[in-house]
């Protein structure tokens, strides 16, 4: 398992849009791909959990990534985390 934290930067958090951006690619992962933020641990490919964590912009996150392509799922995911998430 492999994992980095990031801050999210979205000014209105991890909001419907955002969220399903990231759902989208993390499906694409071969790896499971969670979001670690206080005592909760939210698999990525999954909505309404994501959205349900209510994860506000300055947010500190850890993403994990366990799997086949780890390295580089976390590594994609990540990215999309600090640019914004296409907002």
Known sequence: MVSQKVVVKNESGLHARPAGVL?????????????????????????????AAGIKCGTEIEV????????ADLEKIV???????GE
Do not use: H, P, Y
């Open 64 to 71: 994990q990534c366990e799997g086949e392509n780890e390295a």
């Open 79 to 85: 990215g999309l985390i600090e640019s914004g998430l």
């Open 23 to 51: 759902v989208q690619e993390a499906k694409k992962c071969s790896s499971e791909v969670r979001i670690v933020v206080g005592d909760k641990t939210i698999t990525v490919k999954n909505i309404l959990k994501l959205m």
